[in-house]
């Protein structure tokens, strides 16, 4: 089977942006065209992942817009949202576009502007996912995590430091990332002395709320050399894709995060792949107590060890398994729509060779990227040509 | 005032669900019984305090997730915790009746589209 190629990849400045989401997302659209050098009207196909722009900011109908303000017309568009995960789900609509042969030339941009709220109506915007018997007590994200992180230092005796060592590794591998939100490092003391957000989590074991876009623009294996050279494309060697329950305290075991265990499943098996071939991953951060869920989940650690891995230092960015080199959602920020492509914006610059001082060697990276409270999940192979 | 219920649902098959679902999650039969947990004590699984609340919601805000046994079969319910109490994990916990968890005016969720009374945890 001709597999599906990455041509090109790019990603905005993350942070607080004066430009809206039309204006994000068209700046990301045009940077990855031109790091392939692929004319806007070859685009057959174009993708925006997005959760909420309508509940933002009032500006629904972003595909088509994008396309015309790129100069895309006629290319088929649509609109990818899986909440947190959209991104992600993004990379599969683009994947099956051109495996299916219905496209030739995907673009897939992802962007959400989000900064201009409060965050109380940021919070309630994404919260707007749960079920009305959650939402009605005033349930949100980050209570999932302080719920989840109080379950998991409980069942595995980790210590409460051990997730605030994800917060410094990840803000650590952020201040070599031009793009990211904070470029910041923080101590452990810092983290542990930070005002408590949902109990026993504190301010530093969150991600911020952020505005920003990013891009990849896919095509069929067979014809990536047309456009760029042999050592300058990616693949996507497995996708997968799951759902767990919509209502978070209904699943069996809140320690485990089935739709990362299922979607990575399907990921590996497409790409032939176990976990032990991973280089490098990028898993989805939004709270620290995730990044030890799905490095179990994906298969990295057994259950209830992901957190002693932290501890001695595996998944630093000079350990044997890397993860989050990019800063993570923790330093990066976390624009939703934009976060899925931004994990494989940074796989594919360290599979190339392009990721500069956080450069590690890699031919195998993995992406996690999880809507809701792992309620949609989607995971992603990818491969050096 | 009607006597209030904290309904979970029984399907053919046994499998108890809190809340009701249109299928049976775990194996897709119509769920035809109620079973009531209001007046029954369940043992919190864990809890957290949320400081940064949405708009409408009591800062600080205390949730519990819960687990009840009926004839056999455990079922969960997640919920605020009383104001002022404290439960630590394996406490007993029984519900408590409250007409308005939330200001339904004050969320983004259409007022009309859901209930907004319920119950609330507190120290058995």
Redesign the interface.
């Known amino acids: 089977m001709d597999r599906v190629a990455i041509i090109g990849a790019s990603m905005t400045q993350f942070g607080k942006r004066e430009a809206w989401v039309r204006g994000l997302l068209a700046q990301a659209g045009r940077e990855c065209l031109a790091d392939a050098d692929v004319a806007p009207d070859d685009v057959e196909h174009l993708y925006v992942s997005n959760m909420a722009s309508g509940e933002f900011e009032g500006q629904t109908g972003v595909p088509n817009a994008l396309a015309h303000d790129l100069g895309a017309l006629p290319a088929y568009t649509q609109r990818v949202d899986q909440t947190s995960a959209s991104g992600g789900a993004g990379i599969y609509a683009a994947w099956q576009s051109v495996a299916s042969g219905a496209s030739e030339m995907t673009l897939l941009v992802g962007g959400e502007k989000m900064t201009h709220r409060s965050t109380a109506e940021a919070t309630d915007v994404i919260a707007s996912l749960t079920h009305p018997v959650e939402y009605k007590h005033g349930v949100t994200l980050p209570s999932f995590a302080g719920l989840t992180a109080r379950r998991y230092l409980h069942e595995y005796d980790a210590p409460r430091e051990s997730l605030a060592k994800v917060a410094v590794k990840n803000h650590k591998n952020g201040l070599d990332n031009p793009h990211a939100q904070f470029r910041k490092e923080v101590d452990l003391e810092t983290v542990m002395d930070s005002p408590i957000v949902a109990d026993p989590l504190r301010l530093y074991d969150f991600c911020p709320i952020t505005d920003g876009s990013a891009a990849l623009l896919f095509c069929p294996e067979s014809v990536a050399e047309d456009h760029v050279p042999e050592d300058e494309y990616t693949v996507v060697a497995g996708i997968g894709g799951a759902t767990d329950t919509h209502v978070v305290h209904e699943r069996d075991d809140p320690t485990v995060m089935g739709g990362a265990v299922e979607s990575s499943e399907q990921a590996y098996e497409m790409a032939d792949r176990s976990p032990d071939d991973v280089d490098v991953a990028e898993l989805h951060d939004m709270f620290t107590i995730l990044e030890f869920l799905q490095s179990e989940a994906v298969g990295f650690f057994e259950q209830g060890e992901g957190w002693k891995a932290v501890e001695e230092g595996v998944t630093d960015r000079d350990g044997d398994l890397p993860i989050n080199t990019s800063g993570g959602l923790k330093s990066k920020g976390h624009p939703l729509g934009a976060s899925g492509i931004a994990q494989a914006y940074e796989l594919h610059q360290q599979l190339l060779g392009n990721a500069g001082p956080r450069q590690v060697e890699a031919e195998v990276g993995l992406a996690c990227n999880v809507g809701g409270f792992g309620n949609c999940v989607t995971t992603t192979i990818l491969e050096d040509a | 005032m009607p006597k209030m219920t904290l309904n979970a649902y029984r399907c053919q098959n046994g499998h108890l669900?809190?809340?009701e679902h249109e299928l049976c999650?775990e194996c897709g039969e119509a769920q035809d019984e109620t079973v009531d947990l209001a007046e029954e004590i369940g043992e919190v699984?864990?809890?957290?305090?949320?400081?940064?609340?949405?708009?409408?919601?009591?800062q600080p805000?205390t949730?519990a997730?819960v687990e009840f046994s009926a004839d056999g079969e455990s079922v969960?319910?997640?919920?605020?915790v009383v104001e002022g109490e404290e439960v630590e994990?394996g406490d007993e916990v029984r519900p408590v009746y409250a007409e308005e968890?939330?200001d339904p005016d004050a969320?983004?969720?259409e007022k009309e589209?859901?209930?907004?009374?319920?119950y609330r945890f507190e120290p058995a």
């Open positions: 669900t809190y809340p999650p699984v864990t809890w957290t305090t949320s400081t940064a609340t949405p708009p409408g919601v009591r805000n949730l997730i969960r319910a997640i919920g605020q994990i968890l939330r969320g983004i969720r589209s859901q209930e907004w009374d319920g």
